[in-house]
């Protein structure tokens, strides 16, 4: 018989055990050993079969064993000291607080620190006991909470509580994806409703057209000293319509996903504000948008400041000073882009933020700009100009994003497109196997272990140098230990997934055959959009099927990713891939595993010998799977896209090379760049792993995996990038954000319009030099003399440039240099001036200069922020190349 009703029955501690309570609230168990250790103790096989989930787990345990374990001495004495290291973790100075005095503990860098800031991201990726993520945007996500709160910054996680999150998968008998959506029940998750001081939920309440409301509540998780606000729609005071808008991550039509990222950009400043209004905690200083996903975040704050009172245009100046964004991809489609009158219709007097003029609204996510759509409202376009500062995720990526979207920008040349980048990182003490991690303790301690992993440091770090002192020996050990556990793994996810499938017990027996722990074993596993080609390695079956089935030096592949349910050509790439590993001739040999999640990740990193990546360059925004694994030991293989770009040596890893810009189509570009992956396995990657020196083991791959902790390991932390995101980003931003107050923002909103108006009438008239010597020598200097037309502004709005640098075929200026200029006399009677200024002549070989006007004043955060410029038209004077021998 099925239930009317379902609710959870909370397990009621003995008064010794109280603090695991307090353990499985704080999700900080989900990276700390010792926390995991003591929950493992209360029942092995129930730790196990509850997906190592303290809340679970607890639920489940008898009370017998309770009162055992409450007359546990030892057992309470481990409980005592996690329970006291857990508040001293929650209390203690961290790296954020240490940065804020100097040696003698005095006060240095508070007035420059952020006394706190609010991150917004679609989907976290905390732990697999909390199920709200679909892949890497959602790992980088949790993996950049867990670093905040080791590092202490005082950052707020704002995301959505998906009541099925993301699907399960399964596959047909034909190898056809199936979605299964589980329902997801919040008391049985490890958060909290978020409550009013009288006990009640707190609420947050978005106006929706045509009279209704979309109401949720706020729940909250602990990620160490980081709170994550997650809102839920799935509350009684809503119409049903409205109640499901929360149901899935990244699922229904346009008007769905667009009530989602309302409900997390509007709805997630409320609910911050509710938070700091019930908890004390500071106000952020600085919110980040992690995507474009939650961008309605900085209409809500523009609102806010309209309610007190605000014009709209210095509003948004004060906003923009405290707003970072980040953008993910390197793939225009891969951004949500809704019809404008769909956007129109939510927002207005008899929708929500009545104070703002929809036509406002609208301006900020319009692409007008050449070849963009003038119907459609782009959420990544609205992050850009709400934010005044931006990032990509990676070095390349940084490039990319700045050609993306330079047409917000015209007259600049891409590298000078306001889009910085911090390349991401990992969070090593969720990823590294607990083995690693015991190695890496028994060299140079527990503590410090923990510290080079969490906090991180630089190459050349001392905790991490220390790797070069372990012996061939045991890192060889290490790793077949690690590859042994995940045979074992991939057998048993193997079967359950052929039983799934249909298969009766009695045909598996060949599934204990699969896979051998001796054999080089290579890693595949991420989303399956087209351009991270899945199927490149089935470009030649046969020649794939002679490095399975090699007799000497064989290599094994474990396979894994999910395509979007709405993705069938991903689907499809999917089924040939299974439809192949299904061959008795390499079944052994090449798994396809379903349901990719973090529990599975967290065996397959550390398992493989090799990570292979072979996504279509550029378009790996940064590709952290690779990390993961290198931080276990694991080398890469992989195109020069992403993070590997920018790191790769060939002292711990292969490059494949790429054929972009020479293949004439995309059937032949596959077809070179698969070759060139067979070729790196045949002739160099197996080679290398079965190649044994003089006491039996392969010290040069040994070699290979020491380098890869040794100079890898510091740079692909998440405490890296945090690092970086704090000093790069939210200081300036906060610095920014207490600068603008309403009248400074005022003041500049003025000025912006001024100079807007201005403009058309500002050009440069007229450009003449004359050298010092009789030829252009190195280092002689160019005198320059320039007269511009600023009609209604003067020097004090903007900068006259010269831009001098090494010059290429057609003229173009690379590596340039800007030189300010300086008026020499006041304006004529028709608003010129005249500016001078010395250009030294530091570089030999083909020279070039040009000159430009900006607007300028100290508040912008980059010249380009107003996509204005004027430069020389082709009359203006003198030729503006000079040659140089």
Wanted: proline letters at 7%.
């Amino acid at each position: 018989m099925k239930a009317i009703r379902r609710f959870t029955v909370r397990p009621v501690l003995p008064e010794p055990l109280g603090a695991l309570a307090e353990l499985a609230r704080n999700l900080r168990w989900s990276w700390h050993p010792r926390t995991r250790d003591l929950f493992e103790s209360v029942d092995p096989g129930l730790w196990e079969s509850s997906g190592c989930d303290p809340v679970r787990l607890l639920g489940a345990v008898s009370p017998a064993r309770l009162s055992e374990l409450a007359r546990d001495e030892s057992y309470l004495r481990r409980l005592a000291e996690a329970a006291d290291e857990l508040r001293a973790y929650l209390t203690g100075d961290r790296w954020y607080q240490e940065r804020d005095r100097d040696v003698e503990g005095r006060a240095r860098l508070g007035a420059e620190l952020p006394h706190a800031v609010a991150y917004f991201s679609p989907e976290f990726g905390i732990t697999a006991a909390l199920p709200q993520y679909s892949g890497g945007l959602g790992i980088l996500a949790g993996d950049h909470l867990k670093a905040a709160s080791d590092l202490g910054v005082p950052l707020i996680g704002v995301g959505l509580l998906y009541r099925h999150g993301y699907f399960r998968q399964s596959l047909s008998h034909d190898a056809w994806q199936q979605e299964h959506y589980p329902v997801l029940d919040p008391n049985e998750l490890p958060v909290s409703l978020l409550r009013e001081a009288d006990g009640t939920p707190a609420l947050v309440a978005l106006a929706l057209p045509g009279g209704r409301a979309l109401r949720a509540h706020v729940w909250q998780a602990q990620v160490g000293r980081v709170p994550l606000l997650m809102l839920d729609s799935d509350v009684e005071e809503n119409d049903p319509g409205e109640r499901d808008v929360t149901d899935r991550l990244y699922g229904g039509g346009s008007e769905h996903r667009l009530l989602q990222e309302m409900l997390l950009g509007i709805g997630g400043v409320r609910a911050v504000r509710t938070y700091c209004r019930l908890t004390g905690h500071p106000e952020p200083e600085v919110f980040h948008t992690n995507e474009g996903h939650a961008g309605f975040l900085g209409l809500e704050r523009i609102h806010e400041l309209a309610v007190q009172g605000s014009d709209f245009d210095p509003a948004l100046e004060a906003v923009r000073a405290g707003t970072v964004f980040t953008t993910h991809t390197p793939v225009p489609a891969g951004i949500d882009r809704f019809d404008r009158e769909l956007v129109a219709r939510h927002f207005g007097p008899d929708a929500e933020l009545p104070r703002i003029d929809v036509g406002d609204i609208l301006r900020l996510g319009m692409e007008t700009y050449p070849g963009g759509e003038p119907n459609v409202f782009n959420m990544a376009v609205m992050g850009l100009r709400l934010g005044s500062r931006a990032n990509g995720v990676s070095t390349l990526h940084g490039s990319v994003s700045r050609e993306m979207f330079a047409g917000l920008w015209p007259g600049f040349d891409a590298e000078e497109i306001p889009i910085t980048s911090i390349t991401n990182g990992v969070h090593a003490p969720t990823w590294v196997a607990p083995e690693v991690f015991r190695l890496g303790a028994r060299q140079i301690g527990e503590r410090r272990t923990e510290r080079a992993l969490s906090v991180g440091g630089a190459p050349g770090d001392d905790r991490w140098d220390a790797v070069a002192d372990i012996q061939d020996a045991d890192i060889w050990e290490l790793r077949r230990t690690l590859r042994a556990q995940l045979v074992q793994e991939v057998r048993r996810r193997l079967h359950d997934s052929w039983r799934q499938r249909g298969a009766a017990t009695a045909e598996l027996g060949w599934i204990d055959e699969v896979l051998d722990p001796d054999v080089l074993t290579i890693g595949f596993a991420r989303r399956v959009p087209s351009y991270k080609r899945l199927t490149l390695m089935l470009r030649d079956r046969d020649r794939l099927m002679e490095l399975l089935r090699h007799p000497e030096r064989p290599v094994q592949i474990v396979v894994a990713g999910k395509a979007h349910p709405a993705d069938d050509g991903g689907k499809r790439l999917i089924q040939d891939l299974v439809r192949f590993t299904d061959d008795p001739r390499v079944r052994r040999h090449i798994v396809f595993l379903p349901d990719y999640g973090m529990a599975m990740a967290q065996k397959l990193y550390p398992g493989c010998d090799v990570w292979l990546n072979n996504p279509l360059r550029p378009l790996e925004a940064c590709g952290t799977s690779g990390m993961k694994a290198a931080l276990n030991g694991c080398l890469n293989l992989s195109v020069l896209d992403g993070w590997w770009d920018e790191w790769f040596e060939p002292d711990f890893g292969w490059a494949i090379p790429t054929a972009d810009g020479a293949a004439t189509d995309d059937d032949r570009r596959d077809e070179l760049e698969a070759a060139a992956l067979y070729d790196l396995l045949e002739r160099r990657v197996a080679p290398r792993f079965y190649e044994q020196g003089p006491g039996g083991l392969p010290d040069r791959w040994i070699e290979m995996v020491r380098r890869t902790l040794t100079r890898l390991g510091p740079k692909v932390l998440a405490g890296r990038m945090v690092r970086e995101y704090v000093e790069k980003l939210y200081v300036p931003a906060a610095r920014a954000h207490r600068v603008l107050d309403a009248t400074t923002a005022g003041e500049l909103a003025a000025w912006k319009t001024r100079v807007r108006a201005a403009w058309p009438r500002v050009a440069v008239d007229h450009v003449e030099a004359s050298a010092t010597g009789a030829t252009a020598e190195l280092g002689a200097t160019l005198s320059l003399r320039v007269r511009v037309h600023l009609g209604a502004l003067g020097p004090d709005d903007v900068e006259v440039q010269a831009i001098a640098g090494r010059v290429d075929p057609e003229d173009h200026i690379a590596d340039a240099s800007p030189v300010p200029l300086k008026p020499t006399s006041g304006a004529d009677g028709e608003g010129r001036w005249v500016y001078e200024g010395p250009l030294a002549l530091d570089r030999t070989g083909p020279f070039g200069y040009t000159v430009r006007i900006l607007p300028s004043h100290r508040l912008l955060a980059s010249g380009a922020e107003l996509g204005l410029v004027a430069v020389p038209s082709e009359a203006t004077g003198e030729e503006a190349g000079v040659l140089m021998r």
